[in-house]
């Protein structure tokens, strides 16, 4: 069964940055469209950003701008770059993916894979 494998949180300080990475354990991901979640302690699941395999992206209010979904389709894998990161910005941070396009991303019941979610905590 493919998974998805999360990596790159960690610790960072206000106005940091950090980049995750979401890789397919089983070969090409690249047919695949993805999205990036959190979820807050307390707090319930949210969108942060979605990447089509058109290309298109999407992304939340809270961190457009700040925040870029990108894919390297010959590492297989989609990088989400935070940069500017705020204390609100601390989450588990899942990776999800659905084959073929996907014109809902923010929308969680459409995606087939889910990662294992990846830490970041950002310090004031």
């Known amino acids: 069964q493919v998974q998805l494998v999360e990596s790159g949180g960690g610790l960072v300080q206000d106005g940091g940055s950090l980049s995750l990475s979401c890789a397919s354990s089983?070969?090409?991901?690249?047919?695949?469209?993805v999205g990036w979640f959190r979820r807050a302690p307390g707090k319930e699941r949210e969108f942060v950003a979605g990447?089509?395999?058109?290309?298109?992206?999407r992304y939340s209010d809270a961190v457009k701008g700040r925040f870029t979904i990108s894919r390297d389709s010959a590492e297989n894998t989609v990088w989400l770059q935070m940069n500017s990161l705020k204390p609100e910005d601390t989450a588990t941070y899942y990776c999800?993916?659905?084959?073929?396009?996907?014109?809902?991303?923010?929308?969680?019941?459409?995606?087939?894979?889910w990662g294992q979610g990846t830490q970041v905590t950002v310090s004031s």
């Open positions: 990447l089509s395999i058109t290309g298109a992206t």
């Open positions: 089983e070969g090409s991901f690249n047919s695949y469209s």
């Open positions: 999800a993916a659905r084959w073929g396009i996907y014109y809902s991303p923010q929308l969680t019941h459409g995606y087939q894979l």
